[in-house]
């Protein structure tokens, strides 16, 4: 569903949508992904309900139940049988950098229903199309012991070449109950510089380069 989600978004990308956010390296560049701060920062992919946000509590995940130690008071509940929310980022300068991310959420349910939440990040080209993709979830309950609460996803990885703006995504969906059970909080994505070969790694490169060089030589020779 995310990726079905991404598309119409991507339509409303095309038309001209507000970037919500400054790029930057060493901070999380996704707005409000504690959603302390209500719904600011996302909107709905047309066609879908935006998630929202909602009091932790016995409704959804006590404050008690598996989550994060710095919860805050809110986080992001699904809304109808699928909800979608997104937010864009211009990478500015930082696009002509090298640049490493780490992507961090933490994604759950209730008790041994399959609802679920999902967080996509798609890289974009200067043309705002896709050229690579990392995302989290989805949770399951098996993931979480059959326990309602939110367990912690990590992804990292290097920004694909040519990456000048990100999308991020938020998708949840319904199976069971009436409720849309799909949790998330303190969504995270943080940039930093790509790092460099250390200097004794490429001296052996080289080397290496010039034994091969070397019995290139040999062979013509022979």
Partial sequence: MIKQAWAIGLMTLCLGTQVHAQAALGRNLIVNGDAESGMAGWTAFDGY?????????????????????????????????????????????????????????????????????????????????????????????????????LILVQSHGLLPTGTTSLMFSVSMERFNGGDNDGYADNLSFTLSAAPVPEAQSLAYALVGLGLVGGLLGQRRRG
């Fill in 49 to 149: 309900d935006l998630f929202q946000s909602v009091d932790y509590g016995s409704n959804w995940v006590l404050p008690t139940q598996p989550g994060p130690t710095n919860r805050g008071t809110k986080m992001f509940a699904g809304l109808n049988a699928r909800a979608a929310g997104y937010q864009l980022l211009d990478l500015g300068e930082l696009s002509q950098q090298s640049l490493s991310y780490d992507l961090s959420g933490w994604l759950g349910g209730w008790t041994t229903q399959t609802d679920n939440a999902m967080l996509y990040v798609s890289f974009l080209d200067a043309s705002s199309a896709e050229i690579g993709s990392a995302a989290l979830g989805p949770v399951m309950p098996g993931d979480r012991n059959n326990a309602t609460g």
